[in-house]
């Protein structure tokens, strides 16, 4: 028998990255699905160009994933976050997608998202240190037709 090894590395070589992507790709569009993962930043500066705050999500399926969101300290509270994740749904509402998800620590901000219009999917306590307890949190699009996520030549509108 063939012995396996794991590993931990810090990032894949560019050649297995390659390799993973065309194969789960070829998979998923073997039953109609487009991946559609795509990364992306929302960067908020002022008129000097200054960073305020940033949004880094992707897409993926028919969703949008939102990894972190940021603001400088110097200009939490003041509605900047809520600005971030409004520029989020107006960059993607009417464009087919069918969500926005993200989680959050129960020492980040589950209420403020909530305050936003995310919907509590679920919580995943963390007994041994409830501040991890973590908050599934999701917001719908509610569009008519979801054309992201699906094969073009499989999508048809109904």
Not at 71 to 97: N, T
Request: glycine share 6%; aromatic share 12%.
């Amino acid at each position: 028998m063939q012995k396996i090894k794991t590993a931990m590395i810090d990032s894949l070589p560019k050649e297995i990255e390659e390799k993973m992507s065309k194969e789960l790709i070829t998979y998923e569009s073997g039953h109609g699905i487009d991946v559609n993962y795509k990364p992306f930043s929302i960067v908020l500066s002022d008129d000097q160009d200054n960073t305020i705050g940033v949004l880094n999500a992707f897409t993926a399926f028919a969703e949008i994933y939102v990894d972190d969101l940021w603001v400088d300290s110097r200009y939490r509270g003041q509605g900047y976050g809520r600005k971030l994740l409004q520029a989020l749904e107006d960059h993607f509402k009417g464009k087919g997608f069918n969500n926005i998800n993200l989680v959050t620590s129960a020492f980040q901000a589950p209420d403020f998202y909530q305050k936003c219009g995310f919907q509590v999917e679920f919580v995943r306590k963390n007994y041994k240190n409830p501040k991890l307890t973590k908050t599934f949190l999701i917001k719908y699009f509610n569009e008519k037709v979801e054309t992201q996520g699906i094969l073009k030549e499989m999508n048809t509108p109904t």
